[in-house]
């Protein structure tokens, strides 16, 4: 197995073994000789890595087949721990949860995708699975939107070269001059909408966390289209937002 790739700039073998590690997340549990099919790889080169990755406690063998294991929580747990918007923002993610009665949530620009690094569940909530530590197209969500307009026309340009705009339903932007157009609308309006783009039946609204002239982040409220109207986001719930960044912005700026 060589050890780099042909551009001789990444290790090879470092590769393949994220790749089994993203195909384990993908479709669960599978045999060896399943993810060697998956990744058209020798089956005995799957299994060294399985191998390999089950020694470093990484991956977990039961009953003759591989998943992940849940270092990758601990992990992921640490990582998120040691990032200060989560740890100044989470309590005012539960405050709009438990107000609101939806799912509230926090988000973040990493290597041009949005990933959700925190999520908390009001009581009328109807949760749409989006687990922890998601990465979706940032065009995809309000959130991801939020994000978006506040980063340069040149990294924007960057982002769309490099994911594309894939629809996720009938509803999603899938040209880049319907973005330019939306983005320059979340700008004017200070804050973005999600109308049936990513799930249908599914609507949220976000707001970006300002400190300085960076975005650090964005907060949004999600549910359904029925309750999550226009008047009800016109008349409460942008007010809730906007309070809830305030605090969390001048915390995240002085603490």
Do not use: C
Not at 116 to 122: A, D, K, N
């Amino acid at each position: 197995m060589n050890e780099t790739t042909e551009s001789g700039k990444t290790i090879g073998a470092v590769e393949r073994a994220f790749s089994i590690i993203e195909t384990l997340r993908e479709s669960g549990t599978m045999t060896v000789s399943e993810v060697a099919i998956a990744r058209d790889i020798p089956t005995s080169t799957a299994h060294v890595h399985l191998k390999t990755l089950h020694s470093l406690g990484y991956v977990v063998k039961v009953d003759g087949a591989y998943r992940l294991g849940l270092r990758f929580l601990r992990d992921g747990g640490a990582i998120r721990q040691r990032q200060h918007i989560y740890q100044i923002a989470k309590n005012e993610i539960d405050g709009l949860a438990a107000e609101t009665g939806e799912v509230a949530n926090l988000g973040v620009e990493e290597n041009g995708q949005r990933v959700l690094l925190y999520q908390s569940e009001g009581s009328k909530a109807v949760y749409d699975n989006a687990p922890i530590g998601e990465y979706t197209n940032m065009h995809w969500t309000a959130l991801g939107k939020s994000l978006l307009a506040h980063l340069s026309h040149k990294k924007v340009d960057e982002v769309v070269d490099t994911y594309g705009l894939p629809s996720k339903t009938e509803r999603t932007i899938s040209t880049r001059e319907e973005l330019v157009a939306e983005l320059e609308g979340v700008r004017d309006r200070g804050y973005a909408l999600e109308d049936e783009e990513r799930r249908e039946g599914i609507r949220s609204v976000a707001v970006p966390l300002r400190v300085d002239s960076s975005v650090v982040g964005a907060i949004s409220v999600s549910g359904t289209k029925n309750r999550l109207n226009d008047d009800r986001i016109d008349n409460k719930l942008l007010e809730l937002l906007y309070n809830a960044a305030n605090i969390i912005t001048v915390r995240y700026a002085y603490e």
